[in-house]
């Protein structure tokens, strides 16, 4: 196969879409690339997402090979409301409410009790799941669409830098991929803030996006 082919099979797979308000034909195809089994590189606020069904084990296996990442290292999932919570977690303690209410839909991932029978490729086996209610109207309306939880990890081989726009995507990734939706460019920086409630105290494992200052600041409230 020549490169221009390549570029070809690469190029049919993006598709731009409007960052503000995403076009619900669009939101559609990708929703149903993810309940297919597929994967989709999305957008979220900051850098690109791989996002695929989060209770899909073979979906889930896709990430991982995608990404070339250790199976010990678990991954975020999205949600697009409470109810969806419910299918992950087993219980949501105070702390967490109160972090849901300042800062979601944004960039803190909560990571919580799981519920029995997740896929232990999501979990790595820890018995957590980190969860995240996303901010970016295309990020929002796809998981609204597919109707389930879907994976929200980095669209980047793994050890590598996130990338804040589709032309920074590893062609090894993109070719693997099943759908691209190009929003433009990212603001980039820090991923989401990640917050341990698990187990009745506050950890933050990764200070990001949401300073851990203002998260002590909301949990005083």
Known sequence: MNGKTEHLKLSEKIRAIDPVSPQTDLIRQAADRILQGGVVVFPTTGLYGLGADALNVQAISKIFAIKGRSKAKPILVLISGMEMLELLVTHVPLAARKIMDAFWPGGVTIVLEAVPGLPASLTAGTGKIGVRMPAHPVAAALVRAAGIPITGTS???????????????????????????????LRGGAGSTVVDVSLGKIHVLREGAVPAEAICAALSR
């Open 155 to 185: 669209a980047n081989i793994s050890g590598a830098g996130g990338c804040s726009s589709v032309s920074g995507i590893d062609p090894a990734l993109a070719e693997r991929v099943d759908m691209i939706l190009n929003a433009g460019p």
